[in-house]
């Protein structure tokens, strides 16, 4: 019986092996765009710290780049002139480092989320141009040196843009004009020679504001610094921008000879009764039950829509992979989204590919599906 037993086992071991579906290397988001782009999520402090084994399990699996959503950001990594805040930033690399990740920081110098002493004095007055780059220099040397050689790419300037053309008019830009930019980048490329330097911006489906972003990343180059890529935020409703809108701005990004990145991808499915665009963080409104109507639960159609949705925006980025380095979601689960708090405050919202218990909604499967396999 024994002798019988050692001819069967390699029979069916081999049968098994052959019935078996196959490993499919293609089983997560990572790994189904490798050869296409980067995809990435972006962490809060609770991902990074706290999280569950299922989160860790999402985050190790289907990603293959991490941005800090907020812990790298001026007010939380250097709240005061001599206080650094690196424990979380910290966790982070650690953990980019186990799951073989890279990191992308988010984001040197950015009007919201900064401490006042950045731009004002103890009377409230502006600063002066001097100061503020002493103040700029400081911040960048510190934070961009401690990650150099971890990090793979900083978002350098973040939305220096105004919606209506032109620069925005932040306290940067009424102490220094638009030298506050220049002086970041170069900060930033002798702080972390190996990084990649980025201007990141919302809205660039806009031509204008694409135009705008084109026009300032080659000035930054035609005064010898670098800047490697644009950042198209990509905070984007169910039918605005449209697909077209987009490849646009794709393909005069890629001609101009500046790498793309869709750096902060969500699709909000609630009603968008404001008249704003982007996604500028001072937009705040009143929420109301008729502005907020899936509390429940996202109903399958809209859940079948949304997948829809992701479906065309994967399709035109797999057709442009040749053009774009990487595709990062802003979070990782509908429950921690921002969008549950912007632009109206308390809402339940399903911006994300994951749901509040971090499993895969039909948006997933549909941006899973979007190569068609061979017949
Ligand atoms: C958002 C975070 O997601 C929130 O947690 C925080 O309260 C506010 O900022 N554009 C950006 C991001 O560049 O940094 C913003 O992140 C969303 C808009």
Redesign the pocket.
């Known amino acids: 019986m024994w002798n019988r037993l050692i001819l069967i086992l390699p029979v069916t071991a081999v049968v098994f092996s052959c019935t078996r579906p196959k490993l499919d290397s293609k089983d997560n988001l990572r790994n189904y765009y490798r050869e296409d782009f980067k995809i990435g999520a972006?962490l809060?402090a609770d991902d990074i710290v706290q999280k569950t084994p299922l989160e860790s399990k999402l985050i190790s699996e289907e990603f293959n780049t991490l941005t800090a959503?907020?812990v790298m950001?001026w007010e939380e990594i250097h709240p005061l002139p001599d206080v650094f805040e690196y424990d979380v930033p910290d966790e982070l690399i650690k953990l980019a480092k186990i799951n073989k990740q890279e990191v992308i920081g988010?984001?040197l110098v950015?009007h919201?989320?900064l401490p006042e002493w950045v731009v004002q004095d103890e009377q409230g007055n502006l600063v002066d141009s001097t100061t503020l780059f002493q103040h700029i220099e400081n911040h960048i040397n510190a934070v961009a040196n401690r990650y150099s050689g971890d990090i793979k790419g900083w978002?350098v300037v973040?939305?220096a843009i105004s919606d209506q053309g032109g620069y925005r008019n932040s306290k940067f830009y009424q102490i220094s004009g638009k030298e506050f930019i220049f002086k970041a980048f170069e900060y930033a490329a002798k702080a972390d020679p190996e990084a990649e330097l980025y201007y990141?911006d919302?809205s660039m489906y806009r031509p204008e504001k694409c135009d705008d972003a084109i026009r300032l990343a080659t000035e930054i180059r035609k005064r010898g610094l670098r800047i490697d890529g644009i950042g198209m935020?990509a905070?984007w409703q169910m039918n605005s921008p449209t697909i077209e809108q987009i490849e646009t701005s794709i393909l005069k990004i890629h001609k101009a000879g500046f790498q793309i990145h869709f750096?902060?991808l969500d699709i909000d499915v609630l009603p968008y009764a404001y008249n704003i665009e982007g996604?500028n963080?001072s937009d705040n409104f009143e929420s109301n039950p008729k502005l907020n109507p899936y509390k429940e639960g996202l109903p399958d159609s809209l859940a079948e829509a949304q997948g829809k949705r992701y479906q065309e925006i994967f399709k035109l980025f797999y057709k442009h992979g040749d053009k774009i380095e990487r595709v990062t979601f802003?979070?990782l689960d509908d429950g921690s989204?921002?969008k549950n708090?912007?632009p109206a405050k308390g809402r339940t919202n399903y911006p994300l590919l994951f749901d509040r218990d971090f499993k895969p909604k039909k948006a997933y499967e549909m941006i899973m599906s979007v190569k068609k396999e061979p017949t």
């Open positions: 972006a809060s959503e907020n950001k988010h984001t950015w919201n989320q978002d973040n939305e990141n919302y935020q905070h750096t902060e996604a963080l802003w979070g989204s921002w708090d912007w």
